[in-house]
């Protein structure tokens, strides 16, 4: 089992920008691959970026890439989404969400991940 806290959202203006921090415990943080996923009010949950377990491969959807940058600290448990250029249509509850594998492949898809925290409301003023 593993714990996930998510924290760092609230209100910015267009252009601002904000990290969010996701706090694991439990099991070991570093045989798990981590992401970032958001819901927006009246849309499914989208993946926005991934993390392997060496924190060296990385994938972000395109609305994000070149804005958002994954990373994580092993020695601290933790994973951050430094999220830069933000615009309105960020706005979305943050989640972020982990898989244990033997694997190294970053997946994209909600249901390949058994963990998730609780959420941080990110909102983007125009």
């Known amino acids: 089992q593993v714990q996930l806290v998510e924290s760092g959202g609230g209100l910015v203006q267009a252009g601002g920008s904000l990290r969010l921090s996701c706090a694991a415990s439990g099991r070991t943080f570093a045989n798990h691959i981590m992401g970032w996923f958001r819901q927006a009010p009246g849309k499914e949950r989208e993946f926005v970026a991934g993390i392997g377990k060496s924190g060296i491969t990385t994938t972000y959807a395109d609305s994000v890439k070149g804005r958002f940058t994954i990373s994580r600290d092993s020695t601290k448990n933790t994973m951050y989404l430094q999220m830069s250029s933000l615009k309105p249509e960020d706005t979305a509850v943050y989640y972020c969400?982990?898989?244990?594998?033997?694997?190294?492949?970053?997946?994209?898809?909600?249901?390949?991940?058994?963990?998730w925290g609780q959420g941080t409301q990110v909102t983007v003023s125009s």
């Open positions: 969400a982990a898989r244990s594998t033997a694997a190294a492949v970053v997946l994209r898809i909600t249901g390949a991940y058994p963990y």
